[in-house]
C-alpha cells in the first residue's frame, strides 16, 4: 500500500509506480522464458526507486546528491535494457516504458541539477563567512 510519503512527493510516486511497472513486464518476459533479461531489468528498474527512496533519508546534501547520482545510473542502465528488448525479436512492447523511463530520467535531472547548484552556492557562501 502507498503510504502518504509517497503520494506527498511527485518523484517517489512516479519512480514506485515505474518499479510497479517493471515488475510486470518482467513477468510478461519470464513467461517468455527471457530470464536473464528479466532479472538485469528487474533490478535495475526497480533500483530506481529504492535509491530516491533513500535520498529521502541521506545524511547530507551531498548524500542526497549521491543517492540521486545513482539513481540517474540506474536510469540510464534500465534504458539499454528496455532498448534492448523494444529490438529484440519476439519480446513484448515495451514502448510505453521506455517513455516512462525517459521522463523518469528527466525527472531525475532536474532533481539533481537543482540540488548540485543550491549544494554549490550553499558552499561558496558558507566558506565566505570562515
Not at 517468455?32 to 546534501?61: D, H, V
Not at 528496455?82 to 532536474?110: F, Q, R, V
Amino acid at each position: 500500500m502507498k503510504s502518504r510519503t509517497i503520494e506527498g512527493n511527485p518523484v517517489l510516486k512516479f519512480a514506485f509506480e515505474f518499479s510497479l511497472e517493471i515488475i510486470n513486464y518482467c513477468e510478461q518476459l519470464e513467461n517468455k522464458r527471457r530470464f536473464i533479461i528479466a532479472g538485469q531489468l528487474l533490478k535495475a528498474g526497480t533500483s530506481i526507486g529504492a535509491n530516491c527512496f533513500k535520498a529521502q533519508n541521506a545524511e547530507s546534501k551531498a548524500d542526497f546528491i549521491h543517492k540521486f547520482k545513482i539513481a540517474a545510473k540506474e536510469s540510464e542502465e534500465t534504458k539499454s535494457w528496455l532498448l534492448l528488448c523494444k529490438y529484440s525479436k519476439e519480446y513484448p512492447d515495451c514502448t510505453a516504458l521506455l517513455e516512462k523511463a525517459e521522463n523518469l530520467n528527466k525527472l531525475i535531472g532536474k532533481i539533481l541539477s537543482t540540488s548540485i547548484r543550491k549544494h554549490f552556492i550553499s558552499y561558496l557562501l558558507s566558506s565566505l563567512y570562515v
